[in-house]
């Protein structure tokens, strides 16, 4: 499914519960932990143990069936509102995953990570150097940084994407979670970065491609319009999501409605 680092701390966790290790030791990252180990227990208690901000982004206009969407999805999503650009909600990680499985007008869901102000690059790399990225990123992972800027200061997206990756890549590497050299890096992972009057917003994509793309269909055909538009017609139309209905009115022809006229001539 999604490349989520995924999911950050979740895919941790499980693989520190699901692997096979000697007693009191575990594995994270290729790394032999104590069971105590201090950065699992920060994983657990700022990632997976707690409630987070995200955002569902969807194409226009299609905010509100998508918060309709959200609020039947799980009883553990609170405060959704819609904004622009898509829906704000406050849920815990398994609301992440139903939402990025079941929301069928979601184009992607990015879950927000933190929030600083800055408005030189001295204060940027000071604060994305100081952003806990341990927690949230793999080994051998080099993010892609996706940055949009606005009424800011620092207005240079490429600048500002090249000096977050390296802030990124020297807070890892304190935690030797960085890429051995020599090797492929991988770049699944995308960090979202808004910058806005200053105020920069890191978000972390937990869902992949595009989710009309999700990949759980054993069959695919070319389609006249995206299956996350197609969705948003049958709820404007209050259609059930079922087999197809051949209850549809059908369209009178010309020549039906035009009696002794060609097809194609006008009818007037």
Not at 65 to 71: A, D, F, G, V
Not at 135 to 143: A, D, F, I, K
Not at 144 to 152: L, N
Request: charged residues 25%; glycine residues 8%; aromatic residues 8%.
């Amino acid at each position: 499914m999604s490349p989520f680092s995924f999911m950050i701390g979740v895919r941790n966790y499980q693989e520190i519960k699901e692997h096979s290790s000697p007693p009191g030791v575990i594995f994270i990252r290729g790394i032999a932990l104590t069971r105590d180990a201090p950065l699992i227990k920060r994983i657990k208690r700022h990632v997976t143990g707690r409630t987070r901000d995200f955002f569902v982004a969807t194409a226009p206009g299609l905010e509100p069936l998508c918060l309709e969407e959200l609020k039947g999805l799980s009883a553990t999503v609170s405060d959704a509102a819609v904004v622009p650009g898509g829906v704000e909600f406050k849920g815990r990680m398994q609301t992440c995953y139903l939402a990025n499985l079941h929301l069928r007008t979601a184009s992607r869901v990015l879950m927000r990570i933190g929030t600083f102000k800055a408005s030189n690059f001295r204060q940027h790399e000071s604060k994305m150097t100081g952003f806990p990225w341990e927690l949230y990123l793999h080994r051998n992972e080099t993010p892609e940084v996706k940055v949009s800027t606005r009424h800011s200061r620092l207005y240079h997206g490429t600048a500002i994407e090249e000096r977050s990756k390296d802030c990124i890549e020297k807070r890892l590497s304190r935690y030797g979670l960085q890429p051995p050299e020599g090797s492929v890096k991988s770049c699944n992972q995308q960090v979202y970065i808004r910058v806005k009057e200053d105020r920069f917003t890191l978000s972390l994509d937990s869902s992949g491609d595009i989710l009309h793309k999700r990949g759980i269909k054993k069959t695919r055909a070319v389609a006249p319009i995206r299956e996350t538009i197609a969705a948003a017609v049958h709820a404007w139309c209050r259609i059930t999501p079922g087999p197809a209905s051949n209850d549809f009115p059908r369209r009178q022809s010309r020549q039906e409605s035009s009696p002794g006229k060609g097809p194609g001539r006008y009818s007037g």
